[in-house]
């Protein structure tokens, strides 16, 4: 509001004066970082979550749910993407894909590094975390969030990203292909991965709630190396987590 209107937002980060616990109070349109009551992340405790009875609709995350709109015919996910260090996160987009949950199909805008992860898993951190933000056509929010552990070689649909990424300056193009990133995840035909489910909050200002979190119970892996390619243009980029406030978080073990 006032003459600041179309002023740009301010500068934000992960440390100090524009660190998360600031981040409410740097511009108006902010408050929901400090006063939100259902932000993200969390600290997913298991012992604490709720399973999705039978009749539930709650996605499964199988192939099934998942559709490419550069080859729908054929479904092969292939695909080129573009990488890049935005200041915040390196983020990558390009990649066509669309997620269906209940019902409703929500188009990928893109996806995005943190080291380590946001969320916690009974309290305990992730060497890195993937956000994979989708969209509906109405607005609505949805991310898949994929952790990742440190392991002796990258998992194959990342590897052409690490070589690619360089200094992550400007955007560099990099072979995304979809049908990989889906078997190093381990999703496949049939009854689907484990995830837990909660409604949160995006984990970067504007801090926007009504956000539906699918994070999957099973880890993604990367070598030490581009671990460390992520660190040196991240540094520590991971919102700390945010209180539950009672919310419930279902839990899908198909």
């Known amino acids: 509001g006032g003459s600041g209107g179309g002023s740009p937002p301010p500068h934000w980060s992960y440390s100090g004066a524009s660190g998360p616990s600031f981040w409410g109070s740097l511009h108006?349109?902010?408050?929901?970082?400090?006063?939100?009551?259902?932000?993200s992340p969390i600290d997913i405790i298991h012992a604490e979550t709720l399973q999705a009875p039978a009749d539930t609709t709650i996605t499964s995350v199988n192939v099934a749910a998942f559709q490419d709109a550069s080859a729908a015919i054929t479904n092969a996910f292939t695909n080129q993407g573009f990488v890049t260090f935005n200041g915040h996160a390196v983020v990558a987009s390009g990649a066509m894909t669309f997620?269906?949950?209940?019902?409703?199909?929500?188009?990928?805008?893109?996806?995005?590094?943190?080291?380590?992860?946001?969320?916690?898993?009974?309290?305990?951190?992730?060497?890195?975390?993937?956000?994979?933000?989708?969209?509906?056509?109405?607005?609505?929010?949805l991310v898949l969030g994929f952790l990742i552990e440190?392991?002796?070689?990258?998992?194959?649909?990342?590897?052409?990203?690490?070589?690619?990424?360089?200094?992550?300056?400007?955007?560099?193009?990099?072979?995304?292909?979809?049908?990989?990133?889906?078997?190093?995840?381990?999703?496949?035909s049939g009854a689907g991965i484990p995830f837990y489910t909660y409604s949160g909050s995006l984990t970067t200002p504007p801090c926007s709630e009504g956000v539906t979190w699918l994070v999957m119970q099973g880890k993604l892996k990367f070598s030490a190396a581009d671990i460390n390619k992520l660190k040196a243009l991240e540094g520590n980029n991971n919102r700390p987590v945010m209180p539950r406030n009672g919310r419930s978080i279902t839990r899908r073990i198909d």
């Open 28 to 39: 108006e349109d902010w408050a929901l970082c400090g006063t939100g009551q259902y932000q």
């Open 99 to 141: 997620f269906t949950h209940k019902g409703i199909w929500h188009k990928l805008l893109q996806f995005h590094f943190h080291t380590p992860s946001e969320h916690r898993m009974d309290g305990v951190l992730a060497d890195g975390e993937i956000h994979l933000v989708h969209q509906t056509l109405t607005g609505s929010l």
């Open 150 to 188: 440190q392991a002796e070689v990258t998992d194959p649909w990342a590897r052409g990203l690490f070589s690619n990424l360089g200094t992550g300056v400007g955007e560099v193009q990099f072979p995304m292909n979809f049908t990989q990133f889906l078997a190093n995840a381990n999703i496949k």
